[in-house]
């Protein structure tokens, strides 16, 4: 059985279309692609995410779909400096890490490759730091930087990034004497 799409006008199996009783055939009119993309150009798909994220996290989520569309077109990965492609499932996806604690926050947020987030994980971001081989020491002072300037709302020196710098070492010092 085959079915036309409202949006790309194609007829298409009927497979490639979602089950709705809603609907007469008990088909939307919309395909599936056609779906996906206009709930990535609404943003309907990052509001989703974000619903679920903090359902499961038992959190409060306070960022909107502008401010993950902005962390998003940072085209390189904050901790290794790769390229970032839109290949789902592949090493180098963008994805949104948590840079400082569990708050759901654009300043404490970041892009990060997929193969950076999952190896960073829980870690502190010091820590990382320390255990990646790919997080150089000019990245490292290049993410303190952006990290801090987005944080604060302001440029700042190459001093303050030094200070920056200790200060996430020292504060990665205490918490690993309480673990």
Partial sequence: MNHTCRDCNQTKPIEQFVVDKRYPNGYTSRCKACRCEARRKNGSYFKERIRKYGYRRGTSVNISVEEIEALLQKRTCSYCGCELNGQNGHTQ???IDHTYGKINLASTLTVAC??????????????FYQDSEKFTDELWSAFVQDFTEKFIARDISA???EIMK?????????IGAKR
């Fill in 166 to 174: 200790q200060n996430f070492s020292d504060e990665f010092s205490e």
């Fill in 159 to 161: 001093e303050e990034v």
């Fill in 93 to 95: 996806q963008a994805t």
């Fill in 114 to 127: 997929r193969g950076c987030n999952s190896a960073k994980g829980q870690k502190h971001v010091y820590e």
